[in-house]
């Protein structure tokens, strides 16, 4: 659900330009460069905070400080950096350790380089990386530094060369450290796209002959870009034309496949992966916003189109762990700043009526909109306004509680107690107020395990719902018809009820009729996981090992039985002759469409029992540590007559 609250500032005669960070947790940081450098915090569902109106004070008051940037790391651990003047623009670094103070600030770049435009991002080790622009003869080029949290940095390297102007780098990064930079060159008509990338434990690379990185096409603007917990990368962007173009980068790879086009667009996209490796993308399309998604290393399907009240000139889109979806977009209209969003749940066919629209009495001040989002899917975007107090203003979109799936069987017979269960839902920004159950007959119930007996047979819609405490800030008592006081996530199954079979009356010695297995309510969690380091493909119980290491099987059986599991690879396919192929090489023609590649790797079997099972599954394959990357586990429950169910998963590197 979306709300809207102030976030404050300071009398600056500058626009504030705030840069935006939060963790998979929902804790957040936000600089900006208010009459100094300046940092606010927010726990997960709470305010931003900070020692005096703006937030605390990291450098200088009144110093001439632009281009603040920050990141946050899964501890909490905070960087701040910035761009300060003082006898030439030096790049400087503030950090604070999670539950500590920031320490004084340090310069990262020597007092004899002119440097500007400062990107940050850490690793899941705590190594920062900072990427900025240089003043190199007559040309500004990109560089690039590290550092482990509140050490030294190590001296800049030079990722694009001279002879051109680079302009606006930003820096990716996965928990392992593998990295994105990317800047855009600038020419006549359009900005060139160029990337470096560095594998965990590597180098970038140095530019080419040319001076150049990896060139990936040529567009309007800078590309939206983002990375996965296994290191897959996905780049999408406005090309000359007003076509949406994206580019994969592969999880073992160094380098992005070729383009794909997507479809027209007034305005720039925007992109977001889950720790799943579920793929959205957003960008404005006349009066409306264009949302299309994919699967893990697979192909975008067709866009679904969000209506809005203005013409939507950029968004923001953010996809939770489990797949639900939330898109923010701005506008504006004659005296007025205009901020919307709308939602769909995680099994959602469509998006919910968009809500928390709001209407200022200002612009926003251009380019100034930051956009943060966690593992959830929970949003936050913060802009700048002008005037005597230079206020920023935040939206806030609450994901709610967490569901992860429904144990139940899909076919039972009327009379029959069933038993309904799902885990405790997560809720990162608000504790949990209620899980609740709706059986599609006019009964209820609630709670995590509940049970029920259909009396009569049909096809029923199970709908299970969680809420939260809503948590949108300040502005909620002044609007309360904006914002309803609970946050709700559902999910929905359907049951079918038979018809109870007529007692047995055959003859003493006359076989009964064949009961049919039937496997239903697979299921794996987390989705994302890392191997055990030994032991077999499942295991009874979970080792008592820190983290996600491994996960949890469930599913269920009608009658006792055998259950053979296979373990595809997902990958990424050039589709050629009616057949999904190996990607081509980079020099192939782009024009050729892509497919998901299934690749079977092996198997394992389990005997289950009537009801539901469950077992730990390790990561591992005939002895040997799944490859980082994205898998399904297909189940085959030998005699089953249902189509062969299956979940996707992901084994994340160490």
Known sequence: MFGTYGVGGVPDTQEPHPALAMNAS??????????????????????????????????????????????????????????????SHRIYEATKPAGGSFEVAQPITPGNEEATSPSVAIDGNGEATVAWLSKRGSSEVVEEASAPLGGAFSAGVALSGEGANAIDPRVLVDPAGKAIVSWGRPGIHATRLEVAIRNPGGKFPVPDVNGDGEILGEATAIPSLAIDPVGEGLAVWQDPSGEIISARMPVEADSFNPTIHL?????????????????????????????????????????????????????????GASGNIAVE????????????????????????????????ETAAV?????????????????????????????????????????????????????????????????????????????????????????????????TLTATDKQGTGMFVPN???LFPEYVRSRMYRTVVVDTAPAPSHAPPGETKAHVVQALSGLSIQPNSFTAEPIGASAT?????????????????????????????????????????????????????RRCTLLRTLGHFSRDGMAGNNSFHFTGRLDGVKLKPGSYLLVADGHGSTQRTPHVSFRVLAK
């Open 26 to 87: 929902g804790e957040a940081a936000l600089a900006s460069a208010s009459n100094g450098a300046r940092v606010m915090l927010r726990p997960a569902g709470g305010s931003f905070e900070g020692p005096e109106r703006g937030g605390a004070l990291l450098s200088g008051l009144g110093i001439n400080v632009k281009s603040s940037t920050v990141a946050i790391d899964a501890r909490g651990d905070v960087i701040v950096v910035w761009a300060q003047y003082t006898a």
């Open 263 to 319: 479809a027209g667009s007034t305005g720039p996209p925007s992109v977001a992966l889950n720790e799943s490796g579920e793929a959205v993308v957003a960008w404005p399309s006349g009066k409306a916003v264009q949302v299309a998604t994919a699967r893990p290393a697979g192909i975008f399907g067709a866009p679904v189109e969000i209506p809005a009240e203005f013409m939507p000139l950029a968004d923001q889109v953010s996809i």
């Open 329 to 360: 977009w701005e506008t504006t209209a004659p005296g007025q700043e205009i901020h919307q969003g709308a939602s769909r749940p995680a099994e959602g066919a469509n998006f919910e009526e968009s809500l928390g629209l709001f209407v200022g």
């Open 540 to 592: 009874g119980a979970r080792h008592s090992v820190k983290g996600h290491v491994g996960a949890t099987v469930r599913f269920m059986l009608t009658i006792p039985g055998l259950v053979t599991f296979d373990v595809e690879r997902v990958s990424a396919g050039t589709a050629q002759h009616g057949k999904c192929i190996s990607p081509l090489s980079r020099s192939a023609p782009t024009q050729r």
């Open 366 to 462: 251009e380019g100034t909109v930051a956009t943060a989002t966690d593992a959830a899917g929970d949003l936050i975007a913060v802009w700048g306004r002008p005037g005597f107090f230079d206020d920023m203003t935040s939206m806030l979109y609450d994901a709610g509680p967490q569901l992860g799936y429904i144990s139940m069987p899909e076919h039972i017979t009327a009379g029959q107690p069933l038993e309904f269960s799902t885990p405790t839902p997560p809720s990162l920004w608000m504790p949990l107020n209620t899980v609740s159950w709706n059986f599609g007959d006019g009964t209820s119930a609630t709670g995590t395990t509940v049970a029920h007996t259909y009396g009569t047979p049909g096809t029923y819609q199970v």
């Open 479 to 481: 609007y309360p018809e």
